[in-house]
């Protein structure tokens, strides 16, 4: 689960308060609900940077498909909806050039709301 970073409001907060000596840091932490590591991060990052702005998200994964390739697969899956996500999957690397797992295949077919449905002659 993603967390979202602590308000520059809040960041403030506690530095004024630390500042002018409200109480310790973990007084501080009780005080504002946050943890003792949080202030600690905090008054280190505002002493050696001089600021207190959250630090940029640090990336992650890029993604499988640009929105281009995106809208192909959605293509895809409207022209052969009774295909399972393995034979997807395979029509994905065949048109678009991305080798894509089955497992993949099915979060991007979530992901852009699409239904299919396995054809139950197959077995």
């Known amino acids: 689960m993603l967390m979202k970073a602590y308000s520059v409001d809040l960041r403030q907060k506690v530095i004024d308060a630390y500042n002018q000596q409200e109480g310790s840091q973990r007084q501080l ?3 504002f609900r946050v943890s003792l590591s ?5 008054l280190k990052r505002y002493r050696s940077d001089g600021t207190i702005e959250p630090r940029a998200h640090g990336g992650g994964r890029s993604a499988t498909f640009n929105p281009e390739q995106r809208a192909r697969v959605a293509q895809l899956v409207a ?3 009774d295909a399972t996500l393995e034979e997807l999957s395979v029509q994905v690397e065949q048109h678009i050039g991305v080798q894509v797992s089955r497992a993949t295949m099915g979060r991007v077919v979530q992901q852009l709301n699409l239904t299919w449905k396995k054809n139950s002659t197959r077995n």
Do not use: E, G, S, V
Request: hydrophobic share 45%; glycine share 0%; charged share 25%.
């Open 38 to 42: 949080f202030i600690q991060d905090l």
């Open 29 to 31: 932490a009780k005080r």
């Open 79 to 81: 022209a052969t909806n």
